[in-house]
C-alpha cells in the first residue's frame, strides 16, 4: 500500500447535518476545492451524513483529480464486491473507470 499524506482539512462547521445539507452547492464546491488541492493527487470529501454526490463532478472540474466521496464511493465499491459491473458515467473519474 502506498502512503498518504493530508495536506489540508476543511469544515464547514455546522454542528448538524440538516445545516450541512443546507448549504449552497457552490458553498460546499469552494470547501472542497481550497488553494490546497493544487497540490493534492486526489481529493477525499468524508461526512456520511453530506450528501456529496452532487459535487463530486464540479470539484473534479476544478482541481483536475479524482474526488472520493465516503457514501457514493463505499456503496459504489460494495456493488463492485459482490461481482456486478461498476463502471458509471456522471459521477466522477473513479466510477468512470470502473
Known amino acids: 500500500m502506498l502512503p498518504f499524506w493530508t495536506i489540508a ?3 464547514l462547521g455546522a454542528p448538524d447535518a440538516a445545516r450541512i445539507d ?3 452547492l457552490s458553498i460546499r464546491v469552494r470547501i472542497a476545492s ?3 488541492c493544487a497540490k493534492a493527487d486526489a ?6 451524513a453530506l450528501k456529496t454526490i452532487d459535487v463530486i463532478v464540479p470539484v473534479e472540474d476544478v482541481v483536475k483529480v479524482p474526488v472520493v466521496s465516503s457514501t457514493p464511493h463505499g456503496l459504489w465499491h460494495g456493488v463492485k464486491l459482490l461481482g456486478v459491473p461498476a463502471r458509471v458515467q456522471g459521477f466522477g473519474m473513479v ?3 470502473g
Open 9 to 11: 482539512i476543511e469544515a
Open 22 to 24: 443546507a448549504a449552497a
Open 34 to 36: 481550497g488553494k490546497a
Open 43 to 48: 481529493v477525499v470529501i468524508s461526512c456520511g
Open 95 to 97: 466510477m468512470a473507470k
